[in-house]
Structure formats: structure tokens, C-alpha cells
């Protein structure tokens, strides 16, 4: 009899199996065969009902997989992703460790279906017509039925435990069918509701997701009435080959692993998996308190260390799984384990990874309460991280960064360290400030935290705005500091490695300084670091040249040669001079021409164009150029057609050509004069002035003269006197320059309502993350809304980010549980040094302006199902039709951004379905998003089909339909706040009446 034969038990990972199923027990899978023989007579057992409450802080608790009846290999290849975590496996993701809040109640009804005790019939049966395949074992038994897992977290108020633990042992009493047992009360409905979340596991789908204890009684005692929904919980299985002597597995492992080795990996993956469970419930738990105070920098930064560590252990797991897989096979032994999970490695991850975190984050909890206490002694809590403050500020810049034009504020400036090195400092400049605000009310006290930004503070300080102050009236009664009349605005453009950066040092030096000797004699104007070579002497003596300090944050970047050294726009703005109120505002911009490629002059080229938009207006457009060149770049005609597809043609007459290093050229254009002239005579968009009036010469080389000397190097006389007169020549030239803008050309206005081709397709190109997030929120609504007794609704809270970012698609997003949803939450990837902390390819990145926080709204009114769906018709619609306008009016035929974006949102969700429970609600959305994209693509294939193109003026009313779309208007407004923030941020303003930086590095008190 088959009884007598070694059986194996496994649950029931994969539910397709059956009796007579041929079974891989390596793999964990139903092996398929093209037929089965007759199973015969079958026997069926009921076998009586499972169910205990299990407490949180029980060993039991600790390994769920082991709680549902798994055995050792079945745990490992769950662990190991050899097969998929879906229903009762499931449980392995569940999102938060186990502790003293929380309960389990394990359930399980059985019917087990078995073949009669028949030798023979059995052996007539495990003889497959097929001997070749991966089976290992056969199917002579299984039981099916109900088998869930609740995991109910209770709030940590030992009261309210005492009566929820009351509420759940009723709840057994009644699954048990135990007769006469108390039913669930409403009173009970409404303390489970409000005092604790449940998460259903159960192999039975109607189960995953309900969140009611009285929902699962019901259901589960409605059994008999429900036996069709049934589902395989258990295999019993009996080896092929001692019964059918011919049979001949192929393909597949054969070598069992010892069980102190499975013991090994799977307290190695519990214990690390562990870990992450407590230390991303312990930053979930504390995100609202810390936000809410301003320290969004610091918390963003240990979830992205949360996610680093999670990704070591994705490795480990990887690494693992081949590794097993080997040792099944015969390719490798149990000694390579060690090497992975070595106690070596273990150290470095528990004691430093996870320890730098769990300190950090305290720390950080501390802060949070020292800050709340702050803002009760009536302090403002400034982060200068978030208003761009770098290390080449000073006093002056940081006020006017802040903005601080209020005679009563007080600004006590320190950082984390300053404040634990100096206590007894900050508590008298901290308890003198309370002292001057309870004597006068009207006073402002600001702490200005100076520890998330590069400028090195070296002591604890007070500033005042006082002199800021009268500085900003004087301003205001000439008006506004961008009006048109105050502040003239230069947009420089030039090909990579012209010289821009040294041409606006120079040019700001040449309008401050009339000679040569009194540049000499004073501190001269950094407006940037710039960084060259010069040769002196009769030998020809080589000396690197740097004039100004090159900081992570700088916007310069000189380790690549070819590419532009400049890396995005930046605005440096300074008085013309001592006694003009008239600042100047010159626009640097990434060079074109770079050596990555045209692609990477059309990126910088929509970002200058994205930057110009958010300008009031423009003086000049001003191409830097060289004398005597031989050929001019492709990429000149290029931008000059670029430009003028976003502006009209009355910007043509602020069209200014600059030539530098001139000298050479007795101030001239030289040959690159017929040059430009042939370039302009072929260009569409109008006649482009060129002549004597708006062309100037300059020479840079009296400027890098003057930077030489600051550097301490040597000259003869006779070098000296002829870079005086070019230092005077280069003067002259500049305030005609200024003349010119001043008196012959007519300010040129930045509509924002002129309608054109290229300001329509980075409009589009902004609104693509916009209309996809509501998309996919109003998917969730429409979800929440199927449900009869969910009262919710989730709604989208942009937040905007203060410094430079970008998301990477390739990084996993950091999961947030927001009611029922796993959502993403985007940690910004900070821009360090031009680059992005992460390291995936840099084209796998996308400048943001915002992050998109979500909040559950409960007890809302019950939404509008028709109304959502008809605006996610409307949406899908819109996406084709700005797509197909895309894709005809730019190079941009094989990148459909709205459809990559969908993709990218479809991958996200599926991460969370496969990654962390519950995850029902996820999954639904998966199929509703596919649904999306295939109806996007039908629109899409529809207008290819007929052809048809809307007209400029028709996408212009879709784009401001679009706009007023309930979730678009408020991304769209933290898409331009961030904008300007940006703008700010690389900003660099010079004062007029203090050149010198002032350094409030040293302190005082």
C-alpha cells in the first residue's frame, strides 16, 4: 500500500494541483503533463477546524511561513523567490514586524480528498506516459478548503488591549463553532475599528482585503454555502521512482540540502528581514511629526538609507538563490553560505548600517521636540538647506536668500554641531533673544539651522536685518527689483568652451573697475570659480590659474573637458556701479555644441528655454563668440531657430553679438564675420541685425591678467602696460554695450500667453507627470468607490522641493500604506556636484519640482463614481491627443513620454503587488491602469489611422482645459513655485555696497 512509501507534506504554494498531479518538490511547482491517468475511487476526509490566538510577542509569531504549516524547503524557496509569494505565502510580506500590539488568529478548515490504499492502482497511476520530466514526487492526497491568517496591530494602550483581546478570544470561541459562543456587538465593530488595522492572508480571495472580524466570521460560517470557492491547502506526496523503476527525472536539482544549512539562510533572511520591518514601521510611525516641523532633508536622506539597506538584502537573496540552486545541481557545496552570510558581514550591516540609522533617527526625534519647543518661544524654524545657501555666501546674500526685510527680526544662526559644542553660547544668545521678545512683543526671532547646507559656520551668531532692511526700502520706492526699468536682463549663449563663465567675471569687473590698477588695488567681483592656464617667462612657464572657490554646489563643473563647464542656467546680478541703481542680470547658460552629443544640446536647450519662461522680460539674447574662427557650430542655427520658435519676431532687434579674445583681431569679428552673415541670410525667421551697433569686442586676456596677479604670478613691464590697454579698451566697450541696451533696444516682454509651437511642447512636456499621478489617483477613487462600506477617498498633497532633484525610474520608490494603498513616495535624488547621489545612468533621470505626498480623507462624502470616470475618459483622450501633437512637432517621434510614463506607473504598482500586503486594492489597480494603456493606445492608433492634427490654437485650449482638472492645478502651481525656487537658488547677486563677501563664519555675540 502507497501508505508504507516515505510521504512529504507541502502547502500549497501553487493551487493547480490535484490527485495523480505530477509534483517538482525542489521547485515547489505542479509539474505539466499533456495527460493524467484515471484516478479511480477517491476517499474524502473533513478534518476538524484549526484555530488559535497567538500573541505577538510568542517565538511562534516570529516565522509566519512556519506558522501556515510550511516546511523547511518549502520556507527557503518562498524566502529565496523560487516561487511566487501570492495567497498564503503572502505573508512574508506582510509590512510590519511582529510585537506586544500585536495578535494573530490562525484558522483553518479542511477537507482532504485521498486515493484508496491500492498498491497496485496507485502504481498504475504514478506512471506517466511522458517518464522524461522534472517530477519528483506525485499527488496521492490533498486537502482543500479555508485556511487564513489575520494580523491585527493593536494601538499601544494596554486598556484598550485588554478589551480588544476580550473581543478577539470571542471570535475564536466562534470559529471554533463552539456552541452558544457571543457574537460580535456592534460596540465591539466600532473598538476594533477605531483602535486597530487587520490584514487578511487566506488562500481564498474573498478573504484577502476584508478588514471586519464580523465580515470573516460570517464568511467562514457560511463554509458549506461557499464550497465551490475552495482552494488546494496541502499536498501529500509520495516519490515517483521507487514505484516506477523506469521513470527517468531530467532537468532538475537532485541533491538535497542539509537542514542546519536551510536553518542558516532562513534565520539569516528572518533576522535582516526583521530589521527592515522594525526600522521602516519606526520611520512610518514618526514621518508626520518630523515633517511637520521643516526637516524633510534629514528624514528623506535615512528612508533613502532604509532603502539601501533593503536593497543589500535583495542582493543577498539573489546571491542565495543561485547559490542554492547550484547545490541542488551538484555545481557548488554548503561552504559557499558562509561567505554570504558571513558573521563579518552581519556585523557591518547590524552594527554600522543599521545602528548609523537607528541613531540618526533618534537624533532626529530629538530634534523634532527641541524645534516644536522653539516655535512655542515664538521662533520661526529656518532649514538654510532649503533656500540654496552655499558656501560661497555671505551675510548680506544669505538676508536677502531668506528675504528678511523686517527691522525686527532677529536671526540666531547655529547648526546641530555648533549647538552641542558650544551649549553654554546658544543658551545665553537663546535665553537673551526670549528676553528681548517678552520686553518687545513686535520683535521676530528666527533660528536660522545652518547644519544641511555647505556654508561653514564657525561660531554661534546673531544677525540683525536692520541694514538689509533699509536696503530693500531703498528698492521699493524705485519699484520692483524685476521690473523692467531696474534691472536689465542678459541672456548669454555660446558654444562649449567659448569662454562665457571668464567673459562675465570680466564684463562685471570691466563695469566696476575703469582701470586696470584700480581692479589691482581692490577685491575683485566672484561671480563664479573660473579655472585656466597661462604661460609666462621665456621658457614658457605653465601655471594653473583658479579664481574663486569650486564648492559641491558650484555650477561649474571642470572635469570633463568638451562638455559644458556650465551645467545649467544661472543668473549672476550686480550694480552697474557705485552710484547707478540699475542692476544687471547676466543669464549663464550650458554651452551648446557638447561633446555628448546633439542630444544633450536639445536638453540644455529645453532647459533654457523652461528657465527664460519664468522671466518677466529680456533685454538682450546675447551669442558669445570668437574671432577668426574657421566654421561656425551647427548647434548656432540651431538655438537661433530654437529661440524663435518660443519668441516672436520682435525679439530679432535684441539679438547682440559679443566676440572675446578680440585683441588679436584689433576688436574685431575677423573671419567670423562672412560667417555669421551666411548663417543669417538662410534663417526663416526674419532679418537678424549684424553690424557695427550691436557687435562688441572684448579681451579676456586683461581679466585673467588681473586673476594672475591675485595668484601671485610675475609680469614684465612691458606685458603689464599692454594689458592696461586692453583692460581700458574692454571698459570702453562695455558701457556701450550698456548704452545700446539702454537707449536703442526695446525691452522685449515674456508673454506667457503668446501661443507657440515650442512653448506648447514644454508646457505638454511638464503636465506629463501632473496627468498621470491624477490618473492613477482618481483610479484609487474609483476603486474605493466599488466598495459599499468604505467611506474614503485618497487626495494627492504636492509638496514642493527647495533644491536641485531628480527621480530615477530605475530606483525603487520608498512604499507608504495610506488606508488600503501602497503608494509611492518619490524620494528626491539630491544633485551633488552635478550628479545625482545614486548611481543609475543619468538618462534614467528626470528634473522634479515637487513631491507628492497622499492623505486619506475619511468619512467623506461618498464620491461621484460617473464624474470620475468621465474625467479619466477625458484624461486618456487628452494624453493621445498631446502625444500625436508631440510627436509631429518634434524629434521626439520614438519617446512617447505619456506612454512611458504609464509603463513606469503599471511597474511601480506591480513592485508593491508582489513586494508588501495587503495588496488587493494594488492589484486591482494594476488591472486598471493595463486597462488605461490599452485605451490610450487605441486613441493613439485611431489619430495615426485618420490622420488628423489638431491645430496650435485648439491644443492651447486643451492644454488650459487640462489645467483645471481637479488634482492638476495644485501639482501644476508646486511645479512653478519649484521653478522659481530653482531660479533662485542659482541666483548670485553681488552687492553694490559691499563687493567683498562678508564673512559671518567667525561669529559674534
Known sequence: MHSSLPSIERVAIDTSGGLGSLYNQYSDSIVPTSSR?????????????????????????????????????????????????????????????????????????????????????????????????????????????????????????????????????????????????????????????????????????????????????????????????????????????????????????????????????????????????????????????????????????????????????????????????????????????????????????????????????????????????????????????????????????????????????????????????????????????????????????IYADFSYCSFPLKDITILSSQDHSEGQKRSKKRGNSSSTSDTINILLLGETGVGKSTFINALANYLIFETLDEAETSQPVVLMPVSFMITTGDHFEEHIVKFGDSDDSSNEDFSHPGQSVTQRCKSYVFHLNDTDQTKLRIIDTPGFGDTRGIEQDHKNMQHILEYINNLTHLNGICFLLKPNSARLHISFQSYLTQLFSLFDTNALNNIIFCFTSARSTFYTPGDTAPLIKTVLTTLSIGNVPFSKKNVFCFDSESFRYLIARQNKIRFDNNEKEEYERSWKTSVSESKRLIEYIRKDITVYPIDNNLQSMKRAQFTILGMVRPILETIRNSLRNLILCSKESVNTRLELDPKVISYPSTSCMLCVPYACLVGRFWVAKTIPHKIENNRCICECSPDQHSPIHYMLNHKLVKNSPKQDRDAISHLLVRLCRACAQFSHFLKHSTDLSNHDPFFVGLIQLISEETHFCNSYEPNDLNTKLVADLRTQQKEYDQHSNEMERKGTHKSLADIYDLINTVRKYPMMHEQLVAINEGQRKMMKLYECEVSRTSRKYVDISDGSS
Open 37 to 445: 491517468n484515471s484516478l479511480g475511487d477517491t476517499i474524502q476526509i473533513e478534518d476538524p477546524v484549526k484555530c488559535d490566538l497567538i500573541d505577538g510577542r510568542r517565538k511562534k509569531s516570529q516565522n509566519l511561513l512556519a506558522l501556515i504549516g510550511m516546511r523547511e524547503n518549502a520556507r527557503l524557496n518562498t524566502l529565496l523567490n523560487f516561487v511566487p509569494r501570492n495567497r498564503l505565502a503572502s505573508i512574508i510580506n506582510h509590512p510590519y514586524p511582529m510585537n506586544e500590539y500585536t495578535r494573530l488568529i490562525y484558522y483553518s478548515y479542511t477537507n482532504r480528498k485521498t486515493l484508496p490504499k491500492d498498491a497496485a492502482a496507485f502504481r498504475k497511476l504514478s506512471q506517466p506516459k511522458d517518464r522524461h520530466t522534472d517530477a519528483t514526487h506525485i499527488i496521492t492526497s490533498f486537502s482543500s478548503g479555508i485556511s487564513v491568517t489575520l494580523i491585527i496591530q493593536l494601538v499601544p494602550n494596554d486598556q484598550i488591549v485588554a478589551q480588544v483581546d476580550a473581543v478577539l478570544k470571542k471570535c475564536v470561541r466562534i470559529l471554533k463553532g463552539i456552541h452558544k459562543a457571543a457574537p460580535i456587538t456592534s460596540n465591539d465593530e466600532n473598538l476594533m475599528q477605531q483602535n486597530t488595522s487587520i490584514i487578511a492572508y487566506s488562500n481564498i480571495s474573498d478573504l484577502t482585503g476584508v478588514t471586519s472580524l464580523g465580515d470573516v466570521c460570517q464568511f467562514i460560517n457560511r463554509r458549506h454555502e461557499n464550497a465551490e470557492i475552495f482552494q488546494p491547502l496541502m499536498y501529500y506526496l509520495n516519490p515517483i521512482q521507487p514505484l516506477d523503476p523506469e521513470y527517468a527525472h531530467t532537468n532538475f536539482p537532485s541533491i538535497p540540502i542539509e537542514s542546519s544549512c536551510h536553518r542558516k539562510i532562513e534565520e539569516y533572511l528572518l533576522k535582516y528581514l526583521d530589521i527592515l520591518k522594525r526600522w521602516k514601521q519606526s520611520l512610518d510611525s514618526k514621518e508626520t511629526r518630523i515633517l511637520s516641523v521643516g526637516l524633510e532633508e534629514p528624514f528623506y536622506e535615512l528612508q533613502r538609507r532604509w532603502l539601501n539597506l533593503k536593497n543589500l538584502y535583495e542582493h543577498d537573496v539573489q546571491l542565495l538563490k543561485v547559490l542554492v540552486n547550484d547545490i541542488r545541481s551538484g555545481r557548488s557545496d554548503t561552504s559557499r553560505v558562509d561567505e554570504i552570510i558571513s558573521k563579518k558581514k552581519m556585523q557591518t550591516i547590524y552594527n554600522n548600517k543599521v545602528k548609523s540609522i537607528v541613531e540618526d533617527l533618534r537624533d532626529l526625534e530629538h530634534k523634532e521636540q527641541w524645534i516644536a519647543d522653539l516655535i512655542k518661544q515664538k521662533f520661526q524654524y529656518y532649514d538654510l538647506g532649503k533656500f540654496g545657501i552655499l558656501q560661497t555666501d555671505s551675510e548680506l546674500t544669505i538676508k536677502e536668500k531668506l528675504n528678511l526685510n523686517d527691522p525686527s527680526n532677529r536671526i540666531l544662526c547655529a547648526s546641530d554641531c555648533l549647538r552641542k559644542n558650544n551649549a553654554k553660547k546658544f543658551n545665553r544668545l537663546h535665553h537673551d533673544l526670549v528676553e528681548q521678545d517678552r520686553k518687545n512683543p513686535a520683535s521676530h526671532l
